[in-house]
């Protein structure tokens, strides 16, 4: 029996054990409905072992919807609970779970997954490639990905959720404080899912430098690639840092050991230093693919050509390497002193010139150009004041001095949701509508569109702009309640209301998502939004092979210049197509690597040894695996060709 | 597969150029990996506890040999490479086998090293200064480890097909991982012992 | 036989053995911490460089730049880190 | 267009807060050193209304000129042009190097005692925080509080900052900014109060269950008040003994409560070696650039 005790939640309540119930209930549901239609053999054949870079990349968006849902609802417990002064709707040992959980879900597998996504659909089709450079090693990044995912999801109900917040400081996160196995989910949960990220970061810096269609210079990449190329960069560089700093943690909670313990010359500042030089370079990993959709998205709906295009490049190579020098304004008031908190603040304002540059560039690239007032571009026009707003508030927190004050407080969290809701989700946003009839051949309703976009904006307004007036005013953040006489009350009552209108939106969202799939119009061309970039140049949906002909280019817009220069991308005649197989070792590996993960938890030695072995066995048998792939003939193209109209070569 | 023949054979085919860039990629991450482990280390050295300081646990015999059989097997991998390029089936695989065995023999000592440490009462739990430690050569130790398992496969597989533009791909990468962990070694042998001794 | 050593890479051993041989002066020697660091930190790195170019190829081929580029951006990456590290929890507070 | 109307209305209501009848706290300092965030704060968000502003106001023209081309507009491809683009980094540096010359400035200050009282002899007080309280520990009246701070006004405050837990950060916010108080490192924060009243303080940094709680209340009064509390105090409170004082250490909240004697001695604070007896205010008054104590480093924690 005490083996089973391990798996007790420390704060049981009806809610978690209602959610319990509700998750084997939508379990068995899956299981019967895919048994009942017979879908096991397609969805496994078709998607859950397809190296396909198009349908990965649906995979990740699918699983970073469902992930925006787990986080939002987390994120409007926390308003609901905060909303007025003394409330009792969820206590203090449920509050600090639900922000744990929601800032670990919306930054790793919400975001993350989102612009990973949007990475493996576009990327390969802007740059004329069938997949990207090594297709079996980007589904394994997918099962890792999920696999982190569900098994910190999976915290919910077996074991306590961890509860040290999503930078899960030490000492507060060590056993001594934080008993339940919560924080080992944590750790092993983002150990996987970050494994699976820097194999994607290095499978696309391959794919992009190596990959590119014929005449396709570096200067001549779609903006969009541009940043996933600087993003990935980011990330090989970054995540390895986060590698050594989980490894160090689970030491410290599952070996014993004195990293950051307060005994033994155990030092609880390493942590958090460590956790942010991670840090900082993860939120441009975030931030820089949304700078990419948004130099797609403004060019093409003011229907005129990127102002600055080199600037661009160059801002976001500055942007990477700057990126790496400033974590340290995470925690000016560790009292490192004047002179290193100087250096600081001086490297973290440099930030701000390129990013300013590239809000310049898009205003001179709206200035000549005639809006369409699309849903992507009303996302695009949405961010740049708001994101201006939020760029100049980090630039105020940059201030080490006035930090002393802003520091821990709710001023803080406006910032930082200033910036990421309208750079980062308000591009996933676009790009999502932007792409969409590209991934499925058909649009997302424009007036549905539109209500959301006003819903999410002005409820964002709402919710975030009084947290900047009560942070001055001196409400830390990550407090469950508050008493009256502090007066957070009014301001926290109208972030509520503002995050239930962001609820609302992402709701209308999903209404137009299914409103969509009945209702609209299957037949919408390859270019409907006259758009400029390669990608258009293909049919809606992509076909398997992506370009029946290599393309050839010469634009860092070649669509454009094929339609208004008379440019003729595809030459020379069609050709057998070279295309990997799916895998289904990667699936088994991601069970091995959940065994492992979930093992190591509750430490449990026999699973964590099995699973190891597993895990290795199976990459030596992957190494001694021949598979060469198949060939797709002429006639197979041809046919396909035919069916999506054949306007194209 | 269309196979270039101007080129030597682990460059020869369009995935073969993909993997090997791609590795010398994720060496760059491998750089960060160590890169974290080394600030950690500088900034624990002195937090030493009750536990012993560095230059009452470490020994300079072990550690030179240590160096001498790493360094040796990084020469004899490179000649491995060489062997292969010039297409010297049995010399390529005997240096493999001598870059195993002496790989071996590195990792033979550093155990014995960490025995030594625990015996002197430094385990992994003393102080933050003997878990970093433990966990840097442990890092290493284990990367090494995972070569001489990787490096077996390959040998099978030089064995069975000979050199084809597959195994001579992962030979090639096998060896930019050798001499990778040769060059943290160095690092670690220089700034983690002769500086602590120092 | 003689096809088997080349001439580079021989060269290139003895080479990293002389610095190994230079690098562990500071032990037997007695020095101040300032020679000492130095010493070690030429050697390390000249070290590194010839694994690098001899052994390991990077400049062989049309990727040349992109391997160079990814490895020094991480060695400038990391030494950030170390320094920065060190300035952050160590030197701040002497 | 709605959003831009939503933007304005949003920015003429924030200021209209900010600059309002019941001032916010961290814009209402009561103290030198708030003083001087609360003064870099104001020319933050003045130089970056001013960019806001430019933004917007760019970014207003643009769109509406851009959404009533007329239809047979071909919009033209457009090269960056030098000038501009050296304009558009040209501008933010200047501002740049304004605002590091403010920071790095104001941090000096920020950073050393308060400059006013510079020739008053500072008092020490010995904050620290343990799950979920602040105990402070009055070396010179040898007097320690729980969750609660008197202080005298027109002196200045040196406070010495460490925890027995999770970190935590110090923040009286109409007083100056904050500080962490860490298991291994003493940090020294230097506050000042001009005027009497009471201050509300917290842990602003996240330290569990307890941590929304962990807040003391700060009374400053003329020092002749002052003086008369503590010797109130002495007369009246109960000594602090070591097992007292682990009882106060567990997890937990408590009220407010005062003793005679402090914990320096039993419990000592973390710092290096053999400062601790001599004090400190002779060792480190000239060392404002460097607040801290120097680190344990051969690690004699009491543990």
């Not at chain 1, 990293?259 to 030092?267: A, S």
């Given at each position: 029996m005490d083996f089973f005790n391990r798996f007790a939640i420390p704060n049981p309540t009806p809610t978690i054990y209602a959610s319990m119930v509700a998750i084997a209930l939508t379990v068995i549901a899956v299981i019967i409905g895919l048994t009942y239609f017979k879908k096991w053999g397609y969805l496994f054949r078709e998607w859950l072992t397809t190296v396909d870079h198009k349908r990965i990349g649906i995979m990740y968006l699918i699983s970073a919807l469902l992930m925006l849902f787990r986080g939002g609802v987390d994120a409007i417990m926390m308003r609901a609970q905060t909303a007025v002064p003394e409330n009792t709707f969820l206590n203090a040992a449920e509050y600090n779970e639900v922000f744990t959980t929601h800032g670990v879900v919306m930054i790793f597998f919400m975001a993350m997954a989102f612009i990973i996504a949007l990475m493996n659909f576009v990327v390969p089709l802007q740059i004329g490639a069938r997949d990207v450079a090594f297709p079996r090693l980007n589904l394994l990044s997918f099962w890792l990905y999920f696999v982190g995912a569900m098994l910190f999801n999976l915290s919910f109900v077996l074991g306590g959720s961890p509860n040290a917040g999503w930078t899960s400081y030490f000492p507060l996160a060590g056993t001594q404080f934080s008993e339940s196995v919560g924080t080992n989910y944590y750790m092993w949960a983002l150990q996987i899912s970050g494994l699976g990220t820097l194999m994607t970061g290095i499978n696309f810096i391959v794919t992009i430098l190596k990959m590119?269609?014929?005449?396709?210079t570096l200067m001549k990449m779609p903006m969009f690639t541009w940043s996933a190329l600087v993003t990935n960069i980011i990330i090989v560089f970054a995540f390895p840092v986060l590698t050594v700093t989980l490894l160090m943690g689970t030491f410290d909670r599952q070996?014993?050991?004195?990293?950051?313990?307060?005994?033994?010359?155990?030092?609880?500042?390493l942590w958090a230093n460590l956790f942010w030089v991670w840090g900082h370079p993860e939120v441009y990993i975030l931030i820089l693919p949304a700078f990419g959709i948004y130099s797609e998205v403004i060019p093409t709906f003011t229907q005129r050509n990127l102002y600055g295009y080199k600037s661009m490049v160059l801002s976001m190579v500055i942007i990477s390497l700057l990126s790496f020098m400033v974590w340290v304004h995470h925690f000016f008031t560790m009292g490192q002193g004047a002179l290193t908190n100087s250096i600081f603040s001086f490297t973290t304002m440099l930030i701000a010139i390129p990013t300013g540059m590239k809000i310049f560039n898009w205003l001179l690239t709206i200035r000549k150009g005639k809006i369409r007032f699309t849903v992507p571009m009303l996302y695009s026009l949405g961010f740049i004041p708001l994101f201006t707003i939020g760029g100049v508030t980090g630039v105020m927190l940059a201030m080490a001095s006035a930090d002393y004050q802003y520091h821990n407080t709710m001023f803080l969290v406006a910032h930082f949701h200033n910036v990421i809701i309208p750079g980062v989700v308000f591009a996933m946003l676009a790009g999502l509508t932007y792409w969409w009839p590209k991934m499925f051949g058909f649009m997302l309703n424009e007036k549905i569109g539109k209500w959301a976009f006003w819903f999410i904006s002005i409820g964002f307004c709402l919710a975030f702009f009084p947290m900047y007036i009560s942070g001055l005013d001196g409400q830390a953040r990550r407090m469950y309640t508050y008493s009256a006489e502090t007066g957070f009350g009014v301001w926290n009552m109208i972030s509520f209301i503002g995050a239930g209108m962001m609820a609302i939106g992402f709701i209308i969202i999903v209404y137009n998502i299914y409103y969509s799939i009945r209702y609209s119009p299957r037949n919408v061309g390859d270019d409907p939004w006259n758009?400029?970039?390669?990608?258009?140049?293909?049919h809606n949906p992509v076909p398997e092979y992506n370009f029946a002909v290599t393309p050839q280019v010469n634009s860092s817009e070649a669509l454009w210049d094929a339609k208004k220069n008379g440019h003729k991308l595809f030459k020379g005649e069609l050709k057998e197509i070279h295309m990997p197989n799916n895998s289904g070792l990667p699936v088994i590996m991601a069970v091995l690597f959940f065994v492992f993960g979930f093992s190591f938890v509750f430490s449990i030695w026999p699973g964590v040894i099995l699973s190891g072995v597993g895990i290795f066995s199976s990459m030596a048998y992957q190494s001694y695996m021949k598979d060469r792939g198949k060939h797709i003939s002429v006639e197979e193209i041809k046919e396909t060709e035919a069916k999506f109209g054949g306007g194209k070569k | 597969m269309k196979i270039n023949h101007s080129q030597p054979l682990e460059y020869s085919t369009e995935h073969n150029r993909f993997s090997i860039l791609g590795f010398w990629i994720f060496l760059g991450a491998e750089i960060m990996l160590f890169g974290t482990l080394f600030a950690s280390y500088f900034v624990l050295v002195d937090h030493t506890g009750n536990g012993p300081v560095g230059a009452e646990i470490f020994e300079i015999t072990p550690i030179l040999m240590e160096t001498i059989f790493l360094l040796t097997s990084s020469f004899t991998i490179g000649l491995a490479i060489h062997a292969m390029r010039v297409g010297k089936q049995k010399a390529m695989i005997t240096f493999f086998i001598i870059t195993l065995l002496l790989g071996m023999g590195f990792l033979g000592y550093e155990i014995y090293d960490f025995f030594m440490y625990v015996h002197e009462?430094?385990?992994?739990?003393?102080?933050a200064f003997t878990a970093i430690l433990f966990l840097t050569l442990g890092t290493h130790g284990a990367h090494v480890t995972f070569g001489l398992f990787w490096g077996s496969v390959i040998i099978t597989q030089l064995i069975k097909h000979g050199i084809n533009y597959e195994t001579a791909n992962k030979s090639f990468i096998f060896s930019l991982y050798w001499h990778f962990l040769d060059v943290v070694w160095i690092f670690i042998f220089s700034f983690v012992f002769l500086k602590g001794m120092m | 036989m003689k096809e088997l050593f080349p001439r580079k890479q021989v060269m290139g051993f003895v080479f990293s053995l002389i610095l190994t041989a230079v690098a562990v002066t500071v032990y037997f020697f007695d020095m101040s911490f300032e020679v000492g660091s130095t010493i070690l930190l030429v050697t390390a790195f000249v070290q590194a460089a010839v694994q690098l170019v001899v052994f390991m190829h990077a400049g062989e081929t049309g990727d040349k730049k992109a391997i160079y580029t990814s490895t020094f951006y991480g060695l400038i990456i990391a030494l950030v880190t170390v320094f920065g590290s060190l300035l952050t929890l160590v030197w701040a507070y002497y | 267009m709605k959003i831009k109307w939503v933007i304005l209305t949003l920015i003429i209501a924030i200021t209209t807060v900010l600059t309002g009848c019941e001032p916010l706290k961290v814009l209402n300092p009561k103290g030198p050193q708030a003083e001087t965030t609360a003064d870099v704060i104001w020319i933050s968000i003045m130089t970056m209304a001013v960019v806001v502003i430019t933004v917007i106001a760019l970014y207003i023209f643009y769109v509406i000129k851009a959404s009533r081309r007329p239809d047979d507009y071909e919009p033209p491809y457009i090269k960056s042009n030098p000038i501009v683009e050296s304009l558009i980094v040209g501008v933010p540096v200047l501002i740049i190097i304004f605002l590091t010359v403010v920071t790095v400035k104001s941090l000096y200050v920020v950073e050393a005692p308060p400059e006013i009282y510079e020739n008053q002899e500072p008092l020490v007080i010995y904050a620290s925080s343990s799950n979920w309280k602040w105990h402070f520990s009055y070396p010179e009246e040898d007097i320690e509080t729980v969750n609660y701070l008197f202080i005298p006004t027109n002196r200045p405050i040196k406070f010495k900052l460490y925890s027995y837990g999770p970190i935590s950060s110090f923040w009286i916010p109409q007083l100056g900014g904050q500080k962490y108080a860490m298991v291994h490192a003493t940090t020294t924060l230097h506050l000042a109060a001009d005027v009497p009243g009471e201050y509300m303080g917290r842990n602003a940094n996240f330290t569990g269950k307890g941590f929304a709680e962990q807040t003391f209340n700060v009374k400053a009064m003329p020092p002749e008040e002052y003086e008369k509390w503590v010797e109130e105090v002495k007369a009246t409170a109960e000594p602090l003994t070591k097992k007292k004082f682990d009882e106060l250490l567990e997890p937990g909240h408590l009220g407010q409560l005062t003793f005679t004697g402090n914990h320096l001695g039993f419990s000592p604070p973390p710092m290096s070696h053999g400062e601790m007896s001599s004090d400190t205010e002779e060792t480190d008054s000239g060392l404002s650039m460097q607040p801290h104590e120097s680190k344990d480093k051969s690690g004699n924690e009491s543990d």
């Open positions: 590119r269609a014929p005449g396709m070996f014993g050991t004195n990293f950051f313990t307060m005994t033994n010359g155990g030092d609880d500042m758009a400029r970039s390669l990608e258009w140049a293909t | 009462g430094a385990t992994i739990q003393t102080s | - | -």
